[in-house]
């Protein structure tokens, strides 16, 4: 089953048609609010360069996880 959702709020415009893998590829700037300097700043810190890398972080998975257990038991 095909899935759609509209991302264009969350990327630059530069890849609102892209498909989930080629953003998964693509560079953490893509996302909306994430500036080239930012950019740098999570390659320095964490050596996450792609959208993929951030959201396979272990420290931002522990981070989303922690928050969400937390959200729970509200």
Do not use: C, H, W
Request: hydrophobic residues 45%; without cysteine; glycine residues 6%.
């Amino acid at each position: 089953m095909a899935v759609s959702a509209d991302l264009a709020k969350l990327l630059d415009k530069a890849y609102e048609d892209k498909s989930l893998t080629e953003l998964v590829d693509a560079p953490v700037a893509a996302l909306s609010g994430v500036s080239e300097s930012d950019a740098q700043l999570l390659k320095s810190a964490f050596n996450i360069t792609t959208i993929g890398d951030l959201g396979r972080s272990k420290y931002f998975q522990t981070a989303q996880a922690l928050v969400n257990l937390s959200d729970g038991t509200k």
